[in-house]
């Protein structure tokens, strides 16, 4: 599979308001765009060290998946993204290597970039996304 690096980590916060001071104030980030993903009911708020971008994720409903995980485990890491130049590819190489998909085929996530999910409960708790430029 022809992965990169890491293009984000997700965490799951409360609110992105609050959270912000910690990733600004105390490790001097900046963070450089906030945008809602409708799709996924969540706010993202993007911050960028080296080629990795720390995700910040607030639920915008109570049926958005960042509020059952904050529900059930609290805030914290929701999930790690690999670039790949292929989405669809590495999903289907991942099912055929017997890992349940979320998404099928590419969707469209944040920052205009194609995205799909692998199942946690088949990649070691750790919910999975691949990530490609948008085309
Ligand atoms: N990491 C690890 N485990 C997770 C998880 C996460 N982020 N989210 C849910 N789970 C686990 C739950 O703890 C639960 O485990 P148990 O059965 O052991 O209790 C199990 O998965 C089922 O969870 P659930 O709360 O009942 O939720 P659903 O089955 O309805 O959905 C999942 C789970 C992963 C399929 C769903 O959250 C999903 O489709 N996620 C992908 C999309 C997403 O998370 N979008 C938000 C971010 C979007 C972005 O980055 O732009």
Same mark, same amino acid.
């Given at each position: 599979?022809?992965?990169?690096?890491?293009?984000?980590?997700?965490?799951?916060?409360?609110?992105?308001?609050?959270?912000?001071?910690?990733?600004?104030?105390?490790?001097?980030?900046? @963070?450089?765009?906030?945008?809602?993903?409708?799709?996924?009911?969540?706010?993202?708020?993007?911050?960028?060290?080296?080629?990795?971008?720390?995700?910040?994720?607030?639920?915008?409903?109570?049926?958005?998946?960042?509020?059952?995980?904050?529900?059930?485990?609290?805030?914290?890491?929701?999930?790690?993204?690999?670039?790949?130049?292929?989405?669809?590819?590495?999903?289907?190489?991942?099912?055929?290597?017997?890992?349940?998909?979320?998404?099928?085929?590419?969707?469209?996530?944040?920052?205009?970039?194609?995205?799909?999910?692998?199942?946690?409960?088949?990649?070691?708790?750790?919910?999975?996304?691949? @990530?490609?430029?948008?085309?």
């Amino acid at each position: 599979m022809n992965l990169s690096h890491i293009e984000h980590i997700g965490i799951a916060v409360n609110s992105i308001e609050e959270a912000k001071t910690y990733f600004e104030d105390v490790l001097g980030l900046k @963070c450089y765009a906030v945008e809602e993903v409708a799709d996924q009911k969540v706010k993202t708020a993007f911050f960028k060290i080296g080629e990795t971008k720390i995700e910040l994720l607030e639920a915008t409903s109570e049926e958005s998946p960042v509020a059952k995980f904050i529900a059930k485990k609290g805030q914290g890491i929701h999930h790690i993204a690999f670039a790949t130049d292929d989405v669809d590819k590495s999903l289907k190489e991942a099912e055929n290597k017997g890992v349940r998909l979320i998404d099928k085929e590419k969707r469209k996530g944040a920052e205009g970039l194609n995205i799909g999910f692998l199942h946690p409960k088949f990649t070691l708790g750790v919910l999975t996304e691949f @990530c490609e430029k948008g085309k």
